[in-house]
């Protein structure tokens, strides 16, 4: 079984697309209706998460039967704030990292134990590593989340669980609707990426593909960039 968190979201949408032709799925996510309907759709089952009001991880882990395989975990659970630093409320700040940060500690503490073989995956941002403005709330929660993979990585060797993270860029989806709401906006974006594209779910998917697969059962502790060469690439 593969464990889809923050699966109504445009990533989550795309991934159980893309995996319950072939897979017992198991969903996450915060709001009933919306889950209700995609899991019954797929015949899967789900669970709704409230992050300010959680319990204790070994306590969340008995959603699934303890007979079940847990084969991954796609964390998809996230949100962007683009606010100068001091104009970021103490509210604003603490919810990106709960959102972001705190629902990776969660899930992953939660299966960790459960996932001998296994592979989980987190996301992460271009702003986890390379220094944009305005960007220091969800840059603190994402490069978070690339130090807490990596260690887990470390920890959960012995187990062969592999923990992973995707560092996209600016993509197409429900969170990033309002920046790109305008065709000025949208170029902009587009022609800050040394490869002049704004990002989409099928450039993540194959990566996705294979990092749950044992294709990449050499791979743990890494982040990969996805963001059309942008944390790393000058064009000439
Ligand atoms: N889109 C981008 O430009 C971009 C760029 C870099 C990194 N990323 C990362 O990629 C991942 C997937 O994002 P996406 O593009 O698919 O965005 P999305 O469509 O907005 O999905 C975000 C998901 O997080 C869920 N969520 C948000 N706040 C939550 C909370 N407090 N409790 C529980 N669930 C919550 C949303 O639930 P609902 O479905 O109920 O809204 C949704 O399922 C995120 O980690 C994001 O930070 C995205």
């Given at each position: 079984?593969?464990?889809?968190?923050?699966?109504?979201?445009?990533?989550?949408?795309?991934?159980?697309?893309?995996?319950?032709k072939d897979n017992e799925l198991f969903l996450i996510g915060r709001d009933e209706t919306k889950l209700k309907e995609q899991a019954s759709a797929i015949n899967a089952d789900y669970q709704v998460i409230d992050l300010n009001n959680t319990v204790e991880p070994r306590e969340f882990a008995k959603i699934i039967d303890t007979d079940t395989e847990i084969k991954g975990l796609v964390n998809c659970i996230g949100?962007?704030?683009?606010?100068?630093?001091?104009g970021t409320t103490i509210d604003e700040f603490n919810d990106v990292i709960t959102t972001n940060l705190f629902s990776s500690y969660y899930?992953?503490?939660?299966?960790?134990?459960r996932m001998k073989n296994g592979s989980a995956i987190f996301f992460s941002s271009v702003a986890g590593s390379k220094g944009l403005s305005n960007h220091e709330a969800i840059a603190a929660a994402k490069s978070g989340i690339e130090g807490f993979a990596?260690?887990?990585?470390?920890?959960?060797?012995?187990?062969?669980?592999r923990v992973n993270v995707i560092?996209?860029?600016?993509?197409?989806s429900n969170m990033s609707e309002k920046i790109l709401s305008s065709e000025a906006a949208r170029e902009v974006s587009k022609n800050m990426h040394p490869i002049s594209?704004?990002?989409?779910?099928?450039?993540?998917?194959p990566v996705i593909?294979?990092?749950?697969?044992?294709?990449?059962?050499?791979v743990t502790g890494q982040t990969?960039?996805?963001?059309g060469g942008l944390s790393t690439v000058k064009p000439r």
């Open positions: 079984m593969y464990i889809i968190a923050g699966s109504t979201g445009t990533l989550g949408t795309a991934i159980v697309d893309a995996l319950s949100s962007i704030l683009i606010k100068p630093l001091h899930l992953l503490a939660s299966f960790a134990r990596r260690s887990a990585a470390a920890t959960y060797a012995k187990d062969n669980l560092a996209p860029s600016i993509m197409d594209k704004i990002g989409d779910a099928d450039d993540i998917l593909k294979w990092l749950l697969s044992p294709d990449a059962k050499w990969i960039h996805v963001d």
